[in-house]
């Protein structure tokens, strides 16, 4: 059934009284799917269609809603409602949830929670915002090294209900200090008998409290794994970060990316629940720097308008050059930019990536100097002495182009800030003042009449 339909058919149920039916087919929905059905239900139905889910559903469905939704529902939430519900939910998802609410909400989710989930939800706040501790979950599976597997698998089916996943789990010594890690597929393929020390693996990779995410989502990506190891620097197990977390956090940067290389300040909400006057905010000021940025372009050309008013062609091109420069740097900083957050290159590679980009960009140059000098003579009926103004300015802009916008992420990353911040936008600010001085300095030194 499309999601339309379920719509309607939940819609339908609620307005005919069929809770025992409407019942039925919320069993039979996905968490996620249930979310989107529930954004889009009147706000005084919310809470009866959550309260005929099952606890476990409710819970899932409740972490893929919209904040605003969340906060709807916990306000309407008894403190006793509230508290059996916090109870089904995971301590990460929980910490996530708390973030977004406002400070009452928030103090009142701490209040109804018991006081050893309090103690593990403050200690996760208190972890740096974009490091691993911040999006780690302490609900985890901890053996020890001289459990049989039988005693592993009694230990799983007492706990493992409570626990994020029971896939992976971790081996420590009686500190919870890491020695080791064994999965559940290690476990059933082993001899009941067999020592937990006899069968994990002793080359843990894991991640410190105050790890970048990046880094943490790097792991995840080279290793495959579900589930990453969190210790502290004493190497004691204090959490992990399961590959859901990991795959938000990578949707959340690569977003965040986009907007800022687009000029954006990033936002956490979705487009269609953003406010006019929230997105106006959000694009105004960077709209305003560029445009005051351009005033740079601005002077240059007036410093030539003299020159300009004699030779009038040459102003013809401006558009073609600036245009054809601000691409080449584009192109480059995107992937330096990429090439960083993949951690393909690092700022110590700069002389590397120099060298690169400028044999790249020298074959570049020639081949659209080559195109620009016979395009200025048969299509713009400029004389062979403009043509070979433009070429030579192509082949000299896209050069210094494609050198800017390779360097400038590198430097940027190197002093501590996102790259992404200076791509588009600035790089081609910078690269269309230099595109202008290069085309001026050039028609000058060849054109005796200027």
């Known amino acids: ?38 954004e889009q239900l009147n706000e005084s139905h919310l809470p009866l269609v959550f309260r005929l889910m099952t ?21 309407r939430m008894s403190d006793a409602e509230l508290k059996a519900f916090l109870d089904e939910l995971f301590v990460d998802d929980t910490v996530d949830i708390i973030e977004e609410m406002p400070a009452n909400v928030a103090a009142r989710m701490l209040a109804n929670s018991d006081p050893e989930t309090r103690e593990q939800i403050n200690r996760i706040l208190r972890y740096p915002k974009d490091s691993a501790g911040s999006i780690m979950t302490t609900e985890y599976v901890r053996l020890n090294k001289n459990m049989s ?28 200090t890491l020695v080791g890690v064994v999965t559940a597929m290690d476990l059933m393929l082993a001899e009941t008998d067999t020592l937990i020390s006899d069968l994990m693996e002793t080359n843990v ?8 995410q990046s880094s ?16 502290d620097g004493s190497n004691r197990l204090v959490g992990i970060v399961t590959v859901d977390d990991a795959i938000d956090v990578a949707l959340e940067e690569a977003t965040e990316d986009v ?71 584009g192109q480059s900083s995107v992937t330096i930019i990429r090439a960083l957050s993949l951690g393909d290159v690092v700022p110590g590679d700069i002389l590397r990536i120099l060298w690169k980009e400028a044999r790249v960009s020298f074959l570049c140059g020639v081949s659209l100097a080559v195109v620009g000098y016979f395009k200025a003579i048969l299509l713009d009926g400029a004389d062979s002495l403009v043509a070979l103004v433009v070429c030579i300015t192509l082949l000299a802009t896209v050069v210094a182009a494609k050198l800017v916008g390779c360097c400038f992420p590198v430097l940027i990353k190197k002093i501590g800030f996102d790259p992404a911040v200076v791509a588009s936008p600035f790089i081609t600010t910078v690269i269309d003042a230099l595109a202008l001085v290069v ?9 005796p009449t200027l």
């Open 216 to 231: 943490v989502v790097k792991k995840f990506s080279d290793y495959g794994f579900l589930a990453l190891p969190v210790v």
């Open 439 to 447: 085309y001026f300095a050039v028609a000058t030194a060849l054109i």
């Open 259 to 329: 907007e800022m290389m687009a000029g954006i300040t990033p936002t956490d909400k979705p487009y269609l629940k953003t406010g006019v006057v929230s997105t106006w905010l959000s694009r105004v000021p960077w709209l305003m720097l560029l445009m005051l940025s351009a005033t740079l372009t601005g002077a240059i050309i007036s410093q030539y308008e003299e020159a300009l008013s004699h030779l009038v062609i040459l102003t013809s091109f401006i558009p073609m050059l600036m245009g054809t420069a601000g691409n080449a740097g």
């Open 205 to 212: 990779i894991s991640a410190k409290t105050d790890d970048e």
């Open 55 to 75: 606890k476990d559903k409710a819970a899932e469905c409740f972490t893929n809603m919209d904040s605003d939704l969340q906060e709807l529902l916990i306000k």
């Open 149 to 176: 597997v039988a005693d592993a698998f009694a230990r799983i089916r007492r706990v493992g209900y409570e626990k994020e996943t029971i896939y992976t789990c971790y081996v420590t010594e009686s500190d919870r």
């Open 1 to 38: 059934m499309e999601k339309e339909e379920l719509f309607e058919t939940v819609a339908t149920l609620l307005v005919s009284g069929g809770y025992q039916q409407l019942r039925a087919v919320l069993a039979e929905l996905e968490p996620f799917d249930l979310a989107e059905i529930c």
